[in-house]
């Protein structure tokens, strides 16, 4: 059974940082693409962050320059460090696991960013 559980979310000030993970179980973690998505309040869900398998990063540009994507193979995880916090960055993160006709999902985890 193929899980990714997040974790790390919380509330943060305007400026902070956070570093969420994601750990993943029964996939062979290394050959995946692994991305980060969030959704706002009364929005979308939209993509934030890609990490290859060959350890390629592209970002999307509400968070290039602040976020970092980042993977451990050795621990089935990947992680987004983010900086800069700002109130628009508040949604729910969500992991996701990409390969060819393969796609799961985390159930997500809640960053708050608020004074």
């Known amino acids: 059974q193929v899980q990714l559980v997040e974790s790390g979310g919380g509330l943060v000030q305007p400026g902070g940082s956070l570093r969420l993970s994601c750990e993943a179980s029964?996939?062979?973690?290394?050959?995946?693409?692994m991305g980060w998505y969030r959704q706002a309040p009364g929005k979308q869900r939209e993509w934030v962050a890609i990490?290859?398998?060959?350890?390629?990063?592209n970002y999307a540009d509400s968070g290039k320059g602040r976020f970092t994507i980042s993977r451990d193979n050795s621990k089935n995880t990947v992680y987004l460090q983010m900086n800069s916090l700002k109130p628009e960055d508040t949604a729910v993160y969500y992991c996701?696991?990409?390969?060819?006709?393969?796609?799961?999902w985390g159930k997500g985890t809640l960053v708050t960013v608020s004074s």
């Open positions: 029964g996939i062979a973690f290394s050959v995946y693409a």
């Open positions: 990490i290859t398998s060959g350890g390629s990063t």
């Open positions: 996701n696991a990409r390969r060819v006709a393969r796609d799961y």
